[in-house]
């Protein structure tokens, strides 16, 4: 089981602050870094000095990391167009020398697109955009050196697309997919995803979301092994009033956390882990929203991490 680390600049993080922790996380061996794609915080925080974009923020950390793997849970179709989005992301994946994954999602908090003039539509809508970017972005990277790309759908036409810039992985960076809908999601997981993510869910709703996905590639006779991750707030401590100075400097309640989430000591952390590994989760998403407790991943990585 590896362990990434997932951030949400949005609640006030400036890019410095975001190198700190990437490199950090890098220097500590966990797997990745990561950082959602949100232009307005949430709950009771200033979100100040402000937003920060997730794929102009990745560009520059990959020229200042060398292992870490670096992606977005999730960027929101709603923001871009396919087309320079797959330009940005193989940018990206080249500045890193591959180290990229493209997390992709439908959008869902309408504040932030009315507060930045993004339109925002139905939910059925949405998923018909996510699937066609989907379509478009592998296709874009899958095009052979020298050809063309074309689409014609009912929201994206791309006409002679010369397909370029190639990522440095070949056939484009990993795609994640992640959520808990019963069938629009488990579809495009098993079409399009290497990953599949279920955020922030207790372990027998885990287990169903994945249960779902796992009959979806059997019925789709998919061969191409797909990867199976959770993402979880994080709340560690080495004892009790550690974990409760933690929970109270992201405004969280212990006994909630230890239900919804990754919260306890490190043999509590460990413990829960195992029955997500049972259920096959070969990815974790810590999610740390205390982004200057440098500590806190210190303490995962020494007291969690080689337990796993």
């Not at 871009?80 to 797959?86: C, E, K």
Request: glycine share 10%; aromatic share 8%; charged share 25%.
């Amino acid at each position: 089981m590896r362990l990434r680390i997932f951030t949400e600049p949005q609640q006030g993080a400036s890019y410095e602050t975001q190198l700190t922790v990437a490199k950090a996380a890098e220097d500590l061996g966990f797997d990745a870094f990561f950082r959602s794609d949100h232009y307005v915080k949430m709950g009771d925080v200033t979100g100040e000095p402000g937003p920060t974009d997730s794929w102009i923020t990745l560009g520059a950390l990959a020229r200042e990391t060398s292992r870490i793997r670096l992606g977005t849970l999730v960027t929101a179709a709603t923001f871009r167009h396919p087309g320079p989005l797959a330009i940005s992301v193989a940018q990206v994946d080249q500045m890193s020398g591959g180290r990229v994954d493209l997390g992709l999602g439908t959008g869902w908090f309408e504040v932030e697109h009315a507060a930045y003039g993004i339109p925002f539509p139905s939910l059925g809508e949405r998923f018909a955009r996510l699937e066609e970017q989907l379509e478009i972005v592998t296709g874009l990277w899958g095009t052979p050196g020298g050809e063309t790309y074309s689409f014609g759908g009912e929201h994206y036409t791309l006409t002679d697309s010369p397909a370029l810039p190639k990522p440095a992985q070949a056939g484009g960076p990993p795609i994640i997919i992640g959520g808990t809908g019963a069938k629009r999601t488990p579809r495009l997981a098993v079409r399009y995803a290497d990953e599949y993510n279920v955020p922030f869910q207790q372990p027998d709703d885990t287990r169903a979301a994945f249960d779902r996905v796992r009959a979806a590639y059997a019925e789709a006779g998919r061969t191409k092994p797909l990867v199976y991750s959770i993402a979880q707030v994080l709340c560690c401590g080495r004892d009790e009033a550690e974990v409760k100075r933690r929970a109270a400097a992201i405004g969280r309640d212990v006994p909630e956390l230890r239900q919804n989430g990754l919260a306890g000591t490190p043999a509590e952390l460990v413990d829960k882990l195992g029955r997500f590994a049972e259920m096959g989760a070969e990815r974790v998403y810590l999610q740390v929203l205390d982004l200057h407790d440098l500590e806190h991943l210190e303490l995962i990585a020494s007291e969690v991490m080689p337990q796993l």
